[in-house]
């Protein structure tokens, strides 16, 4: 009789482990992904995924899409400086621009500088960095912190690049996008083929869609009869109340008005950004299709994002340097099955500086420097999180391209403030719930005073808790603004 108590309560506790692991409980204890895949597009506005209901009603981005609706969408992803080489020097180091001092395309990294793939090696991590660099003088160089290494000098070109795989330069034919996920795909293959058993972050770095954009072949003429939506503040009417440097600069290089000093007209440009997108998008989805195929896609986390946003005629400005919505807030995607609900939308901000501190814990490893991100692996997890919504934002003016001032921000879940250093013109303050479209500058209006100077006040704050009471003046370069070089 005792005896088979005992068996039955042994029983009933099986049941309930049982249960416990395979039933609803189960499907809440969500287990991390140990690789991580990170995908960093240029110049991709946020909006512009065919999953969003501001985009063209005629741009495809399948891929993306599967992203969205397999994972989930950070729906505010921002960056602390919207220009490439700050806003890659903040990705890998976690850090505002301010500190690791890479604060325009041509400053070289400084000696002693720390990207966080290190650290995922010290972790015994195998890491490997494809495509873009665009840090430092001689830029296309093996970096610390990478296994494997395939890169290019500045820029790059979208048709027949010269690469630098593991420091051997050669050209290679085709497509530039593809050539790159052509290597991502290849080193993955190989290190599953070698070393299975050891965890791997790849960082797969487009030169797309960085203008002057050039689509593949295949996508050449694809949106050549779709309308083009133009903003409505475009319009010159619709900016009055800018500063100075705004109005001024649509007749510049960066304005709709003389596009490049003339040499480009805005629907075509416009249509060839959309265009490039395309095999960017065709990239993401070789990759997911791999993990899938590999059976890796429930041991990996992938994350896709963009350098900086792009104006298309917002405001009458095109590119990006600015604190506009347009400029600092960035496409952001992650896909890890099993792991992110699908179809989730992340609400918080998330930031550059965040990414390094959130794949180091994903890891389980440590920096021994100092970041001024943090990680929202919580956010991933579809946990609630407590820490301020606010987001700090810089840009240092340069002497390639002066026609754009150096420019402070803040901006929480509702309003913006935007100040401009060393000039004299008018700061900007904006009810982005009220005025998504940036349409109506607060600044002078007296039942706002108080908030600006709240915010203003905040600002000069996280700028000195943060070592940001300086300015990083760099040695002026042989470039000016009426020379083409656009970047």
């Given at each position: ?232 503040t475009m319009a010159e009417s619709e900016n009055r109340d800018k500063p100075d440097w705004v109005r001024a600069q649509r007749n510049s290089w960066h304005g709709v008005d003389y596009m490049y000093h003339g040499d480009m007209e805005f629907d075509g440009f ?143 879940q509702r309003y913006k403030y935007v100040y401009y250093h060393g000039v004299w013109d008018s700061d900007e303050l904006y009810d982005l719930e009220a005025d998504p479209e940036e349409r109506s500058n607060l600044i002078r209006d007296p039942e706002r005073q ?38």
């Amino acid at each position: 009789m005792r005896h088979s108590a005992i068996e039955h309560g042994l029983a009933l506790l099986l049941a309930a482990a049982f249960v416990l692991t395979t039933g609803p409980v189960a499907a809440q204890r969500k287990v991390p992904p140990r690789n991580v895949v990170f995908i960093l597009s240029d110049d991709h506005r946020y909006d512009f995924m065919g999953f969003m209901d501001d985009a063209p009603e005629w741009l495809e981005t399948p891929a993306l899409d599967r992203m969205a609706e397999g994972g989930a969408h950070v729906e505010n992803a921002f960056v602390t400086t919207s220009l490439c080489s700050p806003s890659r020097g903040s990705i890998l180091t976690g850090q505002y621009a301010h500190r690791h001092e890479i604060v325009d395309n041509t400053s070289p990294i400084p000696e002693g500088t720390r990207f966080f793939p290190e650290f995922l090696q010290d972790a015994g991590y195998r890491t490997a960095y494809v495509g873009k660099w665009h840090m430092g003088e001689v830029d296309d160089a093996p970096q610390p912190g990478f296994d494997h290494w395939v890169s290019f000098q500045g820029q790059g070109a979208y048709y027949d690049p010269v690469l630098n795989v593991n420091g051997k330069r050669a050209r290679e034919k085709g497509y530039t996008t593809d050539l790159l996920t052509e290597h991502a795909l290849d080193w993955l293959k190989q290190h599953q083929a070698r070393e299975p058993d050891t965890p791997f972050f790849l960082y797969l770095s487009h030169k797309a869609v960085h203008a002057e954009f050039s689509p593949a072949q295949r996508h050449q003429g694809r949106y050549k009869d779709q309308p083009i939506p133009y903003p409505p503040t475009m319009a010159e009417s619709e900016n009055r109340d800018k500063p100075d440097w705004v109005r001024a600069q649509r007749n510049s290089w960066h304005g709709v008005d003389y596009m490049y000093h003339g040499d480009m007209e805005f629907d075509g440009f416009y249509r060839a950004y959309t265009e490039t997108l395309l095999a960017l998008d065709e990239s993401v989805g070789q990759v997911l299709d791999y993990l899938e195929e590999a059976g890796l896609a429930e041991s990996t986390l992938v994350v896709y994002m963009g350098d900086n946003g792009f104006l298309l005629g917002e405001h009458g400005l095109i590119d990006k340097r600015n604190a506009y919505e347009e400029s600092m807030r960035v496409p952001m995607l992650a896909w890890a099955p099993g792991f992110i609900e699908p179809g989730s939308t992340i609400e918080p901000m998330v930031r550059n500086i965040d990414i390094a501190p959130t794949i180091l814990e994903l890891a389980n490893a440590r920096s021994p420097v100092a970041m001024d991100g943090r990680s929202v692996l919580p956010l991933l997890r579809g946990e609630p999180v407590s820490w301020p919504l606010e987001m700090l934002y810089e840009y240092y003016w340069e002497d390639a391209f002066p026609h754009t001032p150096t420019v402070f921000a803040l901006r929480d879940q509702r309003y913006k403030y935007v100040y401009y250093h060393g000039v004299w013109d008018s700061d900007e303050l904006y009810d982005l719930e009220a005025d998504p479209e940036e349409r109506s500058n607060l600044i002078r209006d007296p039942e706002r005073q108080a908030r600006a100077a709240a915010m203003k006040d905040r600002m000069w704050n996280l700028l000195q808790e943060t070592d940001g009471m300086r300015i990083p003046l760099k040695r002026a370069g042989k470039w000016r603004a009426d020379q083409r070089r656009p970047e």
